[in-house]
């Protein structure tokens, strides 16, 4: 078992930043590839990001690309995902997740959830 809390949500205006954090406990840290989704309502999870279990390879959805950053700390068992240049469409729960990382862009492709942090950006 992997247990995710993530932190750092909140309000912004369009055009400000948040940095979302995950923490995680339970089961070997390295052996997991982590990634952020989001949901808003009547809508399926959507992909933002993902990092390799070495920390090595990120990977991002054509709608933040450019604007978020994802890093890990394997020491700390962490990971981060710092968004800038934030838009309304931002707005959503965002979800930490980890899997074996065979699949990275999609929710079938992780086995543990953390509870979610709303971020909501106004116009």
């Known amino acids: 078992q992997v247990q995710l809390v993530e932190s750092g949500g909140g309000l912004v205006q369009a055009g400000g930043s948040l940095r979302l954090s995950c923490a995680a406990s339970g089961r070997t840290f390295t052996d997991y590839a982590l990634g952020w989704f989001r949901q808003t309502p009547g809508k399926e999870r959507e992909f933002v990001s993902a990092?390799?279990?070495?920390?090595?390879?990120?990977y991002y959805s054509d709608s933040v690309n450019g604007r978020v950053t994802s890093c890990r700390d394997n020491a700390k068992r962490t990971v981060t995902q710092q968004m800038n240049s934030l838009k309304p469409e931002d707005t959503a729960v965002y979800y930490c997740a980890a899997g074996r990382g065979v699949i990275l862009d999609r929710p079938s492709g992780y086995n543990y959830w953390g509870q979610g942090t709303q971020v909501t950006v106004s116009s």
């Open positions: 990092i390799s279990r070495g920390g090595g390879s990120t």
